[in-house]
């Protein structure tokens, strides 16, 4: 090719073809890496035993992390981690670390705005004061 010449229209659909072709490849895989960051955090919040997503609990001397129903079930059965066999003979239940992630932080402005919708419900809920016409003469004779 000269650069005289310039590109030919047959050349310049080759180069076009390549490009996109590349560019498609680049795409496909930024797409299979996100699919696998995405699994990849799926499966760190999955329990190590029972494969739920629940909240779960860490282990103070190890950090291995499980489910509550499974720390509770496995700790009635062993003195020791799943994961490592560390021992957790120990461990208090005030000593584990919950997990927590964005959904279970909340603003103050939501924690505000739920408390006061759930006293608008309750005060709905409470029966009508209705006064007695019986006791409206008693009351006039005490005042």
């Known amino acids: 090719m000269q650069l005289g010449k310039g590109i030919s229209d047959m050349e310049d659909k080759k180069q ?7 560019y498609q490849r ?3 895989g930024e797409k299979r890496k996100q699919l696998l960051y995405e699994i990849e955090d799926e499966i760190e919040d ?3 035993i029972c494969l ?3 909240s779960r609990v860490v282990l103070p001397n190890c ?3 499980m489910c509550l129903k499974c720390y509770r079930d496995w700790r009635s059965r062993s003195q020791s981690c799943p994961f490592c066999r560390d021992n957790i003979k120990r461990v208090n ?3 584990l670390w919950i997990l927590t992630d964005n959904r279970d932080v909340m603003d103050m402005a939501t924690i505000t705005r739920e408390n006061l919708r759930r006293l608008l419900m309750y005060i709905d809920k409470l029966p009508l004061v209705i006064p007695n016409s ?3 003469a008693y009351n006039s004779h005490v005042k």
């Open 16 to 22: 076009k073809a390549m490009c996109m072709e590349r």
């Open 26 to 28: 680049r795409e496909q």
């Open 46 to 48: 999955e329990c190590g």
């Open 52 to 54: 739920e997503t629940n």
């Open 63 to 65: 950090t291995h992390s």
């Open 93 to 95: 239940s005030a000593e």
């Open 134 to 136: 019986v006791l409206d």
